[in-house]
């Protein structure tokens, strides 16, 4: 699932910048006329404010061991019958309220995600304006690992990132860093859709004019780069990090849910999965299902934005 | 707590047809059996593999000198009766008339190879036969077996001891099981040549292994199932998925969260039984200071009083009825009972007190607690994770900080048992004799690596006076009087708090409502009992 | 054309060097296999003895050196957990996942490219939408999520397949088939479909996107004004220019499908080999571990050396590119 491969433009050399764009695409005008698209904005907003300050927003800290009882394990949704009014969606097999678990696990989730993003994004970025402004052999070098890079699919390179950090820490001991082999694992699989764009706008800006006049008046090269080219590409990047965070927070679900990811302590979205998954015929289906729908929705509206993003920022695709 | 509906009447008419479609047959038809199970038998290797659910696979190919009867009570099975000629020398009198399944005779020295076998440095059997020091051959249906010293448990160990054709095992190059260091395929790693009532006919390891009915079996079945087909389903929803929908017909030791919604359903029949299995945590009292953990360079579960803290703290009553579904009996000692050594007494529960546990850590002078890490197995026991992350909960709410720490079973054992690198850890012990003492012997006592005495005191504990105690068990050949020191010895343990009891566990058998089975409560699978209408 | 076969095997190469450090990496420090090969009651000195048998305390650059040389040889070494050479093992459940991937990606490209013409042609239909929404979940949906879906709903509710295995499986001798027989079918369908799912609607979203380019090029305009029916422009040149990436996709997604197996297999209990290597995993069987991964980047690398070739037969123009457009 190389997200490189989604259908998203990026040849962002040939394009005006990215405020001309930014207006001549009337993002506001667009993102007011499409429903779907507010609709996925909303609910990532409720994700993120939840995800930001779940000790204000869910009912229960859910993995505070003094906020539950093992006594309340197993209760039904709402509308079910056994149910308790205090847990709407239910409780988990430790008495978790579900609600506060999905809270905590989808914060879980997305900072994986995001900060995996993120990384890919400063590893692309970085490469792709060095790789284009210095050119010659470094730019050689570093297309060919994005190259080969882009044939290995992410999961192949989280396993072997999570294989190497359990080589390092010891298996035993892997768990407390699993958080940030996932991220490490989305930034180094991920990195290869933003260098490339981003070398191919360096490439043009590289032989402009204003270009060789500032290297003349001695500003410094990182100086010109960050100053005239990141802003070029920026929109590039917002689209395909969209779709990116997207196959991340997947990705991380997937990994969580064979038990490659986050340890069962720390819960994410996947490893709520994980655990509900040995209750799916027992009739306590709710326990994975319930965080299964919350990732699904979540995936989804984040790919709705990034489809709008993508639409409404390339009008040739309109 | 509702349970949906598991009606569904396309696939109970479905079954049905099906069924009706079989009987319509008439006796004719082969009849299949399709065992469904968590894991794969390793190897067709009788002594290569010490695993439970190895042993019972095996079991439908090999046979033993000695079984169990239906009331548990040791049996005749290759040899057909034995006598005690001095208190180190046995003579087992065999069946005569008994064939391999490749058609060779079973006789004496099949017995005195197999034993040799198990002996060798890659057998994982060598424990049962340590304490033999010869075979002697008498005639071709007489052998006598000499230990080291006097063995109350020659007969159980020797349960486990599958005889193989000593010709084929010379034909084939499989004298000695697997060598997994010499880096090669053996043999006897995928093909069997037992003289049980079953037939190896194809194994496709992980996949699905095929069994037929031996035609010259020497015995009695109280069935007549012609095939047995056994795979290996990992995944728990899986694998009741595929029982439900009529895909396998017998499921063994079935997660305890599946078994009411099981038992709603009309097309699947269960089996329970009481397991040899009691699960306990234990604690490091050998280390000076925590191994994992920081209560101030000190080791709290030195101090008798924390280990009894930890023991008030876990509600094991309500582990049970709710993790366990109440398929697990709550208890305060470690011994299952049916052993050797078991008292009824000691099951009273210590309670669920969380007050006291905080008075208790007050008085020790952890009044906040410490922290230090609780480390688990997550495929090892029934629902061990869950138990594990209840028991972390319970512990946090007596003010402990606790880390959990749960892992797959050969890293739990590999990086951590093994090592003696655990601070708090959870064990399910299964006396392979249902006799107390191989527990007290291999768990409790002060670990010696010559003689296997302690090999897994993963605990570290050393108590000299419990030692000898243990040893004056041991070596006590008349049942009575070993039950009666035994029972001292759990007392004494129970006192100390060495560890802290959670529950026996049960066994759930699902089966769909034409099959029958009695379950071995030491979850042996025992296909002689398994009928088929 | 050498030169550039040179440098796509010299990288090939490289990338293959990379993995088998990082498999000897694993094989080395990640597993004990001793309890395996011990089982549970040995004793440290017997542990010890077998560490120092096995190799495992010589230095690490000769241990490396000597797995490398071992791997070139085509010995992977032995199973730990099954006690069979690693290589057999591989060649054995090799099938399962061949017809998984090869099944789940035929469903995704029948399904995926006319859906994708259909949605780009008729841009604002209220079928074109819904494809588009369709696809939207298809991407959204974890395989896994979407697996256990699918057996609650067909094998628990309707019964009507079966939720785990291959079913009846005809061995050929040298290749074991689920294809041949009404219950290895049945058994192929759910997992094929859980599959295929997400490659269904991606590729189904790349044709309509590149659609949508084609058709807006000069080329296409040009046909047009030479008074070209629609169904000719649109069937005749702009699918064709559009299947040139979607080709060079398939190909490379066909890697990343038999990357994902990995969880579909340990869904449907399908015995290949993903499915072995979770099982190995769990066991810390190492050298299996490392064998899955080296197979699997050669699979992989081999993969795209064809896609290479294939691109610059069906468009020379592009020969000399670093990138191709569809990147």
Redesign the interface.
């Known amino acids: 699932m190389t997200a490189g491969n989604h259908p998203v433009d990026h040849r962002a050399g040939q394009r005006p910048g990215w405020r001309v764009r930014l207006e001549r695409s009337d993002l506001v005008y667009d993102f007011v006329r499409d429903p779907a698209a507010i609709a996925a904005a909303v609910i990532l907003f409720a994700f993120a404010v939840a995800g930001l300050a779940p000790q204000i927003v869910a009912p229960y800290h859910a993995f505070d061991p003094n906020q539950f009882r093992l006594q309340d394990a197993f209760l039904a949704p709402i509308w079910l019958e056994g149910s308790d009014p205090r847990f709407l969606l239910g409780t988990d097999d430790q008495g978790r309220d579900m609600i506060s678990a999905i809270i905590f696990g989808a914060r879980v989730s997305l900072f994986v995600g995001l900060a995996g993003v993120l990384l890919a994004v400063l590893i692309g970025v970085a490469a792709g304006l060095i790789a284009g402004f210095v050119g010659g052999w470094v730019d050689a070098v570093t297309m060919r690992i994005a190259d080969l890079q882009l044939t290995f699919p992410a999961i192949l390179i989280a396993v072997m990132v999570d294989g190497i950090s359990r080589a390092a820490f010891g298996q035993a001991d892997r768990d407390r860093v699993a958080v940030f082999v996932l991220i490490l694992a989305i930034g180094l699989s991920g990195w290869v859709q933003y260098a490339r764009p981003v070398r191919g706008a360096t490439l043009v800006e590289r032989n402009r004019e204003y270009v060789a006049a500032a290297t003349m008046m001695g500003i410094p090269n990182w100086g010109i780069m960050l100053k005239h080219i990141l802003p070029n590409v920026l929109t590039s990047v917002l689209v395909i990090g969209t779709i990116h965070l997207a196959v991340a927070v997947i990705l991380e679900a997937t990994l969580s849910f064979v038990g490659l990811g986050v340890p069962p302590t720390e819960p994410s979205l996947g490893t709520l999965i994980r655990i509900g998954n040995g209750y799916l015929f027992s009739g306590e289906w709710w326990i994975a299902i319930v965080p299964g729908g919350a990732l699904v929705i979540l995936v989804l509206s984040i790919n709705l934005l990034g489809d709008f993003l993508r639409d409404a920022l390339n009008p040739r695709l309109k | 707590m509702s349970r949906p509906k598991t009606r569904r009447p396309p696939v109970a008419l479905l079954a049905v047809t099906v069924a009706g479609a079989l009987a319509m047959a008439g006796p004719t038809a082969a009849k299949t059996l399709r065992i469904g199970a968590q894991a794969d038998a390793g190897t067709m290797d009788p002594h290569a593999q010490n695993i439970q659910t190895t042993i019972s696979v095996l079991s439908m190919m090999y046979e033993a000198l000695v079984t169990r009867d239906k009331s548990l009570a040791k049996a005749p099975q290759l040899a057909t009766g034995w006598e005690i000629l001095g208190p180190n020398e046995w003579r087992f009198t065999l069946r005569p008339d008994v064939k391999f399944h490749d058609g060779a005779a079973f006789g004496a020295d099949d017995v005195a190879m197999s034993i040799a076998r198990a002996q060798s440095e890659t057998s994982q059997f060598k424990g049962f036969v340590s304490n033999i020091a010869e075979t002697r051959i008498v005639d071709d249906l007489t052998i006598d077996i000499v230990t080291k010293e006097p063995d109350p448990v020659l007969l159980d160990k020797l349960g486990y001891l599958f005889i193989m054709d000593k010709d084929w095992a010379d034909a084939n190059n499989v004298r000695r099981p697997q060598d997994l260091k010499e880096k090669e395929e053996t043999y006897s790693v995928l093909n069997a040549n037992g003289t049980g009532p079953y037939v190896l006919k194809s194994r496709e390891p992980d996949a699905r292994t095929v069994l037929v009915r031996n035609a010259d079996y020497w015995g009695a079945l109280d069935g007549d199932i012609d095939e047995i087909v056994f795979q290996p389903i990992s995944s728990d929803p899986t694998r009741i998925a595929a029982l439900v929908s009529g895909q396998i017909d017998l499921v063994t030791a079935i997660p305890s969260q599946n078994v009411a919604g099981l038992e709603a359903n009309p097309d699947i029949k269960l089996e329970v039984t009481d397991e040899f299995r009691t699960l306990f945590f234990a604690f490091d009292v050998g280390s000076e200071s925590l191994q994992h953990g920081d209560a101030g360079g000190k080791n709290p579960f030195q101090d008798r009083r924390v280990r009894q803290a930890v023991n008030l703290a876990l509600d094991s009553e309500a582990i049970v009825r709710t993790v366990m579904r109440g398929y697990a009996t709550p208890t305060g000692q470690i011994l299952a009972p049916g052993n050797v050594g078991y008292d009824r007494e000691l099951d009273a529960l210590s309670g669920y007190d969380p007050e006291a546990a905080k008075a208790l850590l007050a008085e020790a002078g952890y009044p906040d607690g410490f922290a230090f890490t609780l480390d688990c197995p997550n495929n090892r026991y029934i629902n061990d994770e869950q138990i594990c992350r209840a028991a972390a909960a319970m512990l946090a709410q007596v003010g402990l900080d606790v880390s959990l720490n749960l892992m797959p079973r050969a890293v739990y054992f590999g990086e951590r048992l093994w090592k003696r690198d655990s601070t708090m850890f959870l064990m399910g012990f299964n006396s392979p004799f249902f006799d107390g003492t191989y527990m007290a012997q291999t768990m409790v006592m002060t670990t010696d690596e010559e003689s296997g005495e302690g090999i897994y005191n993963y605990s570290m504990n050393s108590d000299l006076e419990l030692d000898a105690a243990i040893r004056e068990a041991r070596g006590t050949l008349d049942v009575e009087g070993r039950h009666r020191r035994l029972q001292a010895v759990y007392r004494s343990i129970k006192e100390n708090v060495l560890y802290a009891p959670l529950h026996h566990q049960v066994l759930v058998y699902a089966m769909r409502p034409n099959v029958g089975v009695r379950i071995r409560p030491d979850n042996w699978l025992e296909i002689r009992w398994v009928t088929m209408d | 054309m050498v030169s550039f076969l040179a440098r796509r095997l010299g ?1 090939a190469m ?2 293959m060097l990379v ?1 088998t450090a ?1 498999a000897f ?2 094989f ?18 017997q ?1 010890q003895a ?1 560490r120092a ?2 190799g495992l305390d010589r230095s690490i650059p000769i241990q490396f050196a000597a797995y490398l040389g071992s791997v070139l040889q085509g ?1 992977f ?2 199973s ?6 690693v290589e ?2 591989l060649i ?1 459940r090799l099938p399962a996942t061949v017809e998984l991937a090869v099944t789940g990606m035929l469903i995704a490209v029948a399904a995926g490219i006319p859906a994708g013409v259909y949605a780009a042609l008729n841009r604002g239909r209220l079928a074109s939408r819904l494809l588009l929404s369709a696809s ?2 298809g ?7 979407m697996g ?1 879906i699918l ?2 709903l067909f ?5 009507w397949l ?5 079913g009846q499986v005809v061995d050929l001798g040298w290749w074991t088939t689920g294809l041949l027989s009404a219950g290895g079918l049945k058994a192929l369908v759910m997992p094929a479909l859980t599959l295929a799912a ?1 490659q269904i609607a ?1 590729i189904m ?2 044709v ?3 659609m ?2 084609v058709v ?1 090029t000069d080329y296409i305009r040009f046909a047009r004004a030479r008074g070209l029916s629609h169904r000719a422009v649109h069937y005749r040149h702009a699918l064709r220019n559009t299947l040139i990436p979607v080709v060079t ?1 398939v190909g ?2 066909l ?2 499908i038999i ?2 197996a ?2 579909t297999e ?4 399908w ?1 290949g080999l993903g ?2 290597f ?2 190995s ?4 069987d190492v050298s299996m ?1 490392s064998a899955y ?1 080296i197979l ?2 050669a699979l ?2 081999a ?2 050396l064809v896609v290479d070739l294939l691109y610059l037969v069906i468009d020379p123009r592009l020969r000399g590119r ?2 191709p457009a ?2």
């Open positions: 990288q490289i990338v993995v990082v990496v694993m080395r420090f990640l597993g004990d296999p001793l309890l395996v090969v011990l089982g549970i009651d040995s004793t440290e000195a542990r077998v048998e096995l010995d070494g032995i730990y957990r099954l006690g069979r050479a057999t093992v054995e939207l979940f991407i959204s949906m974890p395989s896994f999520f256990l057996i609650w094998s628990v509710k309707l019964g079966p939720s785990f295995g291959r997400f991606m979203r790349l309509r996107a590149e949508l380019e807006r996709i490379l997604q890697g990343s990357a994902f990995v969880i340990a869904v449907f209990q015995p499915l072995l979770l099982q995993v769990a066991a810390a571990m991964l699997i980047a992989f690398v993969i795209n670093s990138d569809w990147s």
